[in-house]
């Protein structure tokens, strides 16, 4: 016995003389459970089988986020509710080679209209990340010295030249095939139909990438890559450049999302902190991918109306503090998709004194 769920709604079941059959006949099916023998508490047991939870997370209605200010908490039921089946869907995502049916007519198109390149390729640090940075990264963990940390900052400069205490530090983190890489993989994520969580309270257009958040992305491929880049790479380099700022547990946790900015979709973002200790955000522009405006800018701690404005480049990071208040000026025209990284304390704590320079991790712990 089979148990077919249409397009139109979520499976609605009624128990009947020969099992259980839908009650909506009018939608184009898609199967989602099938009977195994009897489970130990009497009775059919239903599995799922394969397309039957991409098929039920395409047939969601989406509820559109709204609020550009502590939208965190929208639509959180219909996310804490549905979260254990998309995740499911991700699962049956993964397990394709291609990810989506180009047919399909319950594809979504992604948003930047593009199609998929090299999705077969991995997003391992050497084969995206610059490499000089990976080199300078892993032979700070294999033999964590100063010099051998000194030769890792070298690479990051002040964002801003003429205030280099203001605390913002920027390199090329991404090649472009690197970002070529990305980009496949978070379009991959868009054309697979699933539904996604807006990425945080203020931004709406993005994704949360993450395996155990309702609502997140939940590709191994993009979610592997986030994790490897924090443990190798961000967590040691924001505690070499903020020493003062993070002790061994006050940045044990991370949260990351991409953001999407565009004249129809969120044009800017207020001034504000960050929830983190400190963040990452790099841009996942292609280099032949231009926008105007939607430059950042920051607001000198000692003196509020001193504002330093940095533009993104395509593969550019940004490493500051995020207590750092900071916000994004007007697009005007194209797109600009950004990767963001918080990196917080267990259960979000985010540490705002300063540690003693005796309390201070040393070089072996930072890294």
């Known amino acids: 016995m089979t148990t077919l769920c249409s397009f139109a709604s979520l499976c609605v079941l009624v128990a009947g003389a020969s099992g259980f059959d839908t009650v909506d006949n009018d939608a184009k099916p898609c199967v989602v459970f099938e009977t195994s023998g009897s489970d130990p508490g009497g009775g059919d047991k239903m599995v799922d089988l394969e397309g039957g939870a991409l098929c039920l997370a395409r047939s969601l209605e989406t509820p559109?986020?709204?609020?550009?200010?502590?939208?965190?908490?929208?639509?959180?039921?219909?996310?804490?509710?549905?979260?254990?089946?998309?995740?499911?869907?991700?699962?049956?995502?993964?397990?394709t080679m291609d990810g989506v049916d180009a047919e399909d007519p319950a594809v979504r198109p992604t948003p930047s209209g593009r199609h998929d390149r090299g999705l077969g390729l991995d997003l391992y640090l050497d084969s995206v990340v610059d490499p000089a940075l990976v080199r300078a990264s892993s032979a700070a963990r294999a033999d964590p010295t100063t010099e051998t940390e000194v030769a890792v900052l070298s690479l990051w400069a002040p964002a801003v030249p003429s205030f280099p205490d203001l605390g913002v530090h920027r390199a090329r983190l991404l090649t472009t095939e690197g970002l070529s890489r990305i980009r496949s993989h978070l379009d991959r994520a868009a054309r697979s139909g699933i539904p996604t969580r807006r990425p945080n309270g203020m931004n709406r257009h993005g994704v949360i990438l993450d395996d155990d958040v309702d609502g997140a992305v939940s590709l191994p491929a993009l979610t592997g890559f986030v994790n490897s880049l924090v443990d190798e790479i961000v967590r040691p380099l924001g505690r070499a450049l903020f020493p003062a700022d993070a002790g061994m547990a006050d940045d044990a946790e991370y949260f990351a999302f991409t953001i999407r900015y565009s004249e129809n979709e969120d044009v800017e973002l207020r001034e504000h902190r960050d929830a983190s200790v400190f963040t990452l955000n790099v841009n996942l522009n292609l280099p032949e991918e231009g926008y105007g405006g939607s430059a950042l800018y920051f607001v000198d701690p000692s003196d509020a109306s001193n504002r330093y404005e940095v533009e993104f480049e395509p593969g550019m990071a940004l490493l500051h503090r995020g207590a750092l208040r900071h916000a994004a000026l007007p697009i005007k025209g194209g797109t600009r998709q950004n990767l963001v990284i918080w990196l917080f304390g267990k259960g979000g704590d985010v540490r705002i004194a300063p540690y003693a320079e005796e309390e201070q991790l040393s070089v072996t712990e930072r890294w």
């Open 64 to 95: 559109t986020p709204s609020a550009i200010t502590s939208g965190e908490h929208e639509h959180a039921t219909f996310w804490e509710e549905h979260g254990p089946l998309l995740r499911r869907a991700w699962r049956e995502v993964e397990r």
